[in-house]
């Protein structure tokens, strides 16, 4: 078992260093100078005095006036005491309160919509498998479900939802003439605003868990023990339980690999809706050239990432007996 | 038939995923593994199936009527797709069959041209991750030992990391972007499930009777990867890139939207920022933002379908069902 997880561990860390190693090496070895243009933008009217005074002033503000190899390990002490940098567009504000501050809209859609996506996705693959009826409406739109680009299906949302029926706010994470407390006016605000990027995170993963599954149990109803388990005339509810349990393992193996692309699907549906969560708050770092907070998200995806899936590793372990026992056996 | 054998896979999960968990392939091997001995019959009945699968054709068809649009479109629609021509926000008329944007854009030009880079994108950014992915899977399952384990630690750091923030990122210092650069940046990035599934692949069919027969003979590595494993698994190969050719093209839809797409040019993720940036929503203007995802939506779509029918082609087992 310490085996097994110490080998995970290696591996996320390992992955966590080159992330931050490339995030920390981009803005030094991309062309262009964001120092030039940070000053370029700022300091229109200056003098070429005054502006390459300017120049010396940031490149001491920010460290750059190192050699590499000591700004590469300045880098690590920072980061490793939470410190990122300041925000250049927020006037200053340390890039960690400023993320904090997006992280619980983000997690808020992010984590019920991939759990019951991937929850109500398997429960409908796993019928739409033994249903032929269903299984026809479920083949295909799940194949448009998966194909659908997460930024169109929030627009058409917003647009179906929020312009035509006028049933749902489209824009923000609270209603603009609200102060954000905890009244029960402020929560239902905040709950209309959180529907509809939701639904598009949850629907368009939908598609994909259903058709997973569907695919995986119809593999495992023909595979040799559900056959046997048939010749020896067992209830065919008892055989399909065994089968989803089987077809289960790859889907949570999925989960795991499917974060990626699930949490850049969240970071353009909140750019559609205005989401205050970090998909706003990305747009706006890259939208003002603002590359400490470009950075700081960056890490924080890859932080978020790595945790979860390490918490889908563990789940595996429990789902699973035999990498217990695996596990067990490996141990001397 | 497979590698699917329900095991204790924990440490590599032998399971294919697709982009989306949308598992590939299941029966990609074909049976027997044997190299077959009249490769123009099995090509001939391989387009025989193909053409009675429906899938396939609903697939190809709707690709190709894409395809056709995106090449003869330009020649209808001669000039600067993004000209201030037309009439502001007009709906969809005889004349403007799009409609148009708010500046008085032609949105039908816009589309067409857009088509073109979207499919440039996804050949180019599909190819290359496909490349990258069957170079890694070959070595890593045909060497395995030391090569193996370092080319396994960087697929899985590659796959683990959100390869699109690092892309945003990335993309983001860039100030001069085309498609060509969009498509390496997302070739060199989306290549680790196919790197996994081509691997395992490998590792199977690696110690097969004919394998061993031209190692015995003295066949060197890379011919025994080119001549004997690979054209044994081509099939999945094939179907491996039409999955990467959809998932490119999702992913420069996602890149275009953050406007970290082309700087020059236009693209149907573009279209969509645009029409978000420019209020078509508040506006009203349903012919600017719903043209572009009905063509992404339809063309990754119809990969995928067409994906699944092939597989069925290929795999007799897979035929009835």
Redesign the interface.
Known sequence: MRR?FG?KLL??A??FF??AT??WL??RF???D?VQSLVSRTGFGLSPEGSQALVTYYNNLFGLNHPIWEQYINFWASLLHGDLGRSVYLTGRPVTSVIMSAVPYTLALLIPAVLLSWWVGNTIGARAARRRLLDNVVLPVG??L????????A??L??VF??ILNIFP?SGGYSYSLEPTLTWKFIGSLFSHWVLPFASLFL??LG??A??MR??I???LE?D?SRYLEALGAPSRLVRKYAFR?AM???I???A?????V???A??TE??FSYPGLGKL??AS??N?D?FL??G??LF??LG??IA?FIV?IA??IV?P??R??MSGAEE | MTTRAPSAGAQTPDVVQGPQGVPTVPGAVPVGGRPDPRPMSRRGEILYFALRTKKVIIGLTIIAVFLVLALIGPIIRPGDPDALIGPLGASPSADWWFGTTSFGQDIFAQFVYSLGSTFLVGALGGGIAAIIGMTVGFVAGYRGGWIDEVLNMITNVVLVIPTLALLLVAAAYLSARGVVVEALFIGFTSWPWAARAIRAQTFSLRSREFVNLARMSGVKGLRIVFGEIAPNMSSYLFLTFILLFGGAILIAATLDFIGLGPTSGSSLGLMMYDAVAWSALQLGLWWWFIPPGVAITAIVGALYITNVGLDEVFNPKLRNT
């Not at chain 1, 998966?146 to 299906?153: D, G, H, K, Q, V």
């Open positions: 097994y080998r591996i996320y390992a992955t080159i992330a490339i995030d981009i803005p991309m062309p262009g964001p194949y448009v998966t194909a659908t680009p997460y930024m169109w299906l627009i058409v917003a647009w929020g312009f489209i368009v993963g994909g868990w058709i997973g695919n995986m119809i593999y495992e595979a023990y089987n393992l790859p889907q193996t999925g989960l690999l499917s974060l990626g692309v949490v850049a699907g970071l353009v750019i559609v990305l747009l890259i939208q050239e590359f470009l950075q998200i960056f995806i890859i990432v790595l899936n590793d595996y372990v699973d035999r990498t026992v695996a």
